[in-house]
């Protein structure tokens, strides 16, 4: 199979994390000549958000030699779906909802708070890599709004007082500790 995309680049991510993707690849897909095999691409770049975080060039460019189609494909397929992301996020992945329901009941506010407590904006990442913000339009839990989210958690009826008092379970990292869940 000619190569499709000729210029190999460098790794910097981990090699056991490619095994883990290629493994992922292999069960899916496991003819290279399948017509079908470009169906499970959006399946593949999933799994490699999950195993690396995020998909940045290096990884776009294993999954297009995978699939033996170029990266401008995969580039294309990644920046359709908002899901995908291209840039790091970091350890604890803070989203607020501004849908509707979040903004009428001050998620706004509730946003601008961790904004100034972390000295970040929406869509950037701490110098530590420990938080990131986004904003979503729609978490799908309206009864409890304001909602924010933190990697699986969910924070409900948040005001801009209690930002501080999430935060602080997070920066201290308590080993084994449950996080508490404001509704």
Request: charged share 20%; proline share 6%; net charge negative.
């Amino acid at each position: 199979m000619a190569r499709v995309n000729p210029k190999p680049q460098e790794r910097v991510l981990p090699p056991e994390t490619y095994a883990q993707l290629d493994a992922f690849i292999d069960d899916l897909c496991p003819d290279p000549e399948d017509s079908r095999r470009k169906e499970a691409l959006i399946q593949v770049l999933h799994k490699a958000q999950h195993l690396f975080g995020f998909l940045p060039e290096e990884v776009q460019l294993h999954i297009a030699d995978r699939f033996a189609v170029s990266h401008a494909e995969v580039s294309g397929v990644i920046s359709f779906y908002n899901y995908f992301t291209t840039t790091p996020k970091g350890k604890y992945q803070i989203n607020v909802c501004l849908g509707t329901a979040c903004y009428v009941n001050g998620s706004e506010k509730v946003l601008q708070e961790f904004e100034h407590i972390l000295g970040i904006r929406s869509g950037q990442v701490t110098a530590d890599g420990k938080f990131s913000i986004e904003s979503l339009r729609c978490v799908g839990a309206c009864g409890l709004a304001p909602v924010v989210t933190i990697n699986d958690k969910v924070y409900g009826k948040v005001q801009p007082g209690k930002v501080q008092e999430i935060l602080e379970h997070y920066l201290v990292e308590v080993v084994g500790e449950e996080v508490p869940v404001y509704a």
